[in-house]
C-alpha cells in the first residue's frame, strides 16, 4: 500500500473516525506508527489534519523492533496456520 492509499484508506477513513470517537470517551492515545515508508510519508502530508483532529504521533520510532511491538511475534504463527484453513499445507 502505498502513501496516498494508506492516508486515505486507513487513515482517514477508518483509524481517524475510530480515534475521535475514543476522544470523545475523555480518552487519550497515541497514534504509534513503524517507520514504513507509506507510513512516514503519509505523517508528513498530513501532519495538519492529524493535528487538527487530535491524533497525536510517536514521531520516532526505532525500525524493526518487536521488542515494542506486541503483534510481532504473532506474525509466525498466523503465516503457519491461516494456510490451513485454506486446505493448504505448510
Known sequence: MDWYLYMHEALHSRLYPFIERLHSNGDFYWLVEDN??????????????????????VEKWPPNSPGFNIVEPAWWYLKKTIPRFRGVKT
Do not use: P
Open 36 to 57: 514504513a515508508g507509506s507510513h512516514l510519508k503519509a505523517a508528513r502530508y498530513d501532519k495538519e489534519k492529524a493535528e487538527a483532529t487530535g491524533i497525536h504521533r
